[in-house]
């Protein structure tokens, strides 16, 4: 059974930096893309990054391109999600997402971010 587990998060004022990682075990990491998703407090989640199974391709949510870094270790069956110059409106629940096919998907618990002076 597949499973993710996040870390990484806390409060940091705005400016600051934070680097949240995704372990995952029981599945075969290797071919699944990974994603980081978000979740502000009376909003939907939305997607914020994510890259390709061999690592070669991202994609970024506009508000944070420039700002965030998603990276994974096939080797170590991890993902991080490096996040500079970071704004309360970066305040959510981040959570790392892996997908393979359009059926299988595995959650993580997810880790709180926020953002505040």
């Known amino acids: 059974q597949g499973q993710l587990v996040e870390s990484g998060g806390g409060l940091v004022q705005p400016g600051g930096s934070l680097r949240l990682s995704c372990a995952a075990s029981?599945?075969?990491?290797?071919?699944?893309?990974m994603s980081w998703y978000r979740q502000a407090p009376g909003k939907e989640r939305e997607m914020v990054a994510s890259?390709?199974?061999?690592?070669?391709?991202?994609n970024y949510k506009n508000s944070v391109k420039g700002r965030f870094t998603i990276s994974r270790d096939n080797d170590k069956n991890t993902i991080d999600l490096q996040m500079n110059n970071l704004k309360p409106e970066d305040t959510a629940m981040y959570y790392c997402?892996?997908?393979?096919?359009?059926?299988?998907?595995?959650w993580g618990q997810g880790t709180q971010v926020t953002v505040s002076s």
């Open positions: 890259v390709s199974s061999g690592g070669t391709s991202t």
């Open positions: 997402k892996a997908r393979r096919g359009t059926r299988d998907e595995i």
């Open positions: 029981g599945f075969d990491f290797v071919f699944y893309i």
